[in-house]
């Protein structure tokens, strides 16, 4: 079992920048990939970023490619924990979305979801 923990979320105006923070803890998250994944209102839930924790490999979708950057804190790769960042710069007003982050041995992770956290973009 692994527990995330989503903070950094808030509501800042259009071309902004924001840093979410994902703290993942438990036994089995040294072999777990870390990812973001958001929900808008009334669409589906859709993939933004992941971080591979054997290599450090990022994936980003088409959509904040160049904006937005996944990266790892390295004091907490060899810990009982892990601790992931998703700094969002140029945020757009359709970036606005409950934004989760997720953890897997799969590519995207999609096993374990955190409870989200809140982004607001204002025009």
């Known amino acids: 079992q692994v527990d995330l923990v989503e903070s950094g979320g808030g509501l800042v105006q259009a071309g902004e920048s924001l840093r979410l923070t994902c703290t993942a803890s438990?036994?089995?998250?040294?072999?777990?990939?870390i990812g973001w994944f958001r929900q808008a209102p009334g669409k589906e839930r859709e993939f933004v970023a992941c971080i591979r924790r054997s290599t450090g490999r990022t994936y980003y979708a088409d959509s904040v490619k160049g904006r937005f950057t996944i990266s790892r804190d390295r004091a907490t790769v060899y810990l009982l924990g892990d601790t992931v960042y998703l700094q969002m710069s140029d945020l757009k007003p359709e970036d606005t979305a409950v934004y989760y982050c997720t953890g897997g041995s799969d590519w995207p992770p999609r096993k374990n979801w955190g409870q989200g956290t809140q982004v607001t973009v204002s025009s």
């Open positions: 438990g036994r089995t998250v040294s072999s777990y990939n």
